[in-house]
């Protein structure tokens, strides 16, 4: 099956610096999303990004499917940024299928 | 309701107790899913639904008993667990069955605890 790498696993920075976030699959792909997962569990969709660019305020995502990777940009971090990011990429034909996930890159912003 | 919920958020049961854990998904989707987050492990798919047939079991164990009546519920019925079974159960849904599949959008979550 696919295999998806984050990194890195673990990111502390303080508040108002900027990050980048790496996600590298071993497939062609054509569904690639980023998570962000609050303490309490919940997966909060950040982007839908089988690839090319999207903005959404202070965060960004790029894809570059023929070179088999997607980078999470988050700019002048926020306390409430802290987390864990997780990227999930599948490979469907037509029909549902399940996603696999990288392990996460925990961040923590600091004050 | 909106979304995609789950219940119940929190359960504790013992090795031979019975339980299920319910999803509901409000989005008008046709596909669901069930995922299992392990402490040491990444997020893990268990089971997917598309127009309530099953069509993709990752090899879990016959102690997991998934059931979807409609395309709108999704059940994961428990029994004679193990306490490595503990764990956070998501259920996510999606509208499939077309060219490209699209966004899943993930439910709270039930965490498991089996004594």
């Known amino acids: 099956g696919i295999q998806v790498e984050q990194s890195p696993p673990d990111l502390i920075l303080q508040e108002g610096a900027n990050s980048t976030l790496r996600c590298n699959f071993s497939?062609?792909?054509?569904?690639l999303q980023w998570f962000h997962q609050n303490p309490w569990g919940q997966l909060i969709n950040l982007f839908y990004i089988p690839s090319g660019t999207k903005q959404n305020g202070r965060l960004s995502a790029t894809t570059v499917a023929t070179e088999r990777y997607s980078l999470l940009y988050i700019s002048s971090s926020q306390t409430t940024d802290s987390g864990v990011y997780f990227c999930?990429?599948?490979?469907?034909?037509?029909?549902?299928?399940?996603?696999?996930f990288g392990k996460g890159t925990h961040l923590i912003i600091q004050p | 309701e909106t979304g995609v919920t789950q219940t119940p958020r929190h359960l504790v049961m013992g090795m031979t107790n019975k339980k299920s854990l319910k999803c509901e998904q409000h989005?008008?989707?046709?596909?669901m899913y069930w995922y299992k987050q392990s402490a040491k492990k990444p997020l893990e798919l268990m089971f997917v639904y598309n127009f309530k047939e099953q069509t993709e079991n990752n090899s879990v164990p016959s102690r997991f008993s998934p059931e979807c009546p409609n395309s709108s519920h999704l059940f994961l019925h428990l029994h004679t667990l193990q306490p490595e079974d503990s764990a956070l159960y998501l259920c996510?849904?999606?509208?499939?069955?077309?060219?490209?599949?699209?966004?899943?959008?993930f439910g709270p979550g039930t965490r498991l605890t089996v004594l």
């Open positions: 996510a849904s999606s509208q499939d069955g077309l060219a490209d599949p699209d966004t899943q959008y």
């Open positions: 989005l008008g989707h046709n596909a």
């Open positions: 999930a990429v599948s490979y469907s034909g037509g029909g549902a299928d399940g996603l696999t």
């Open positions: 497939d062609s792909v054509n569904n």
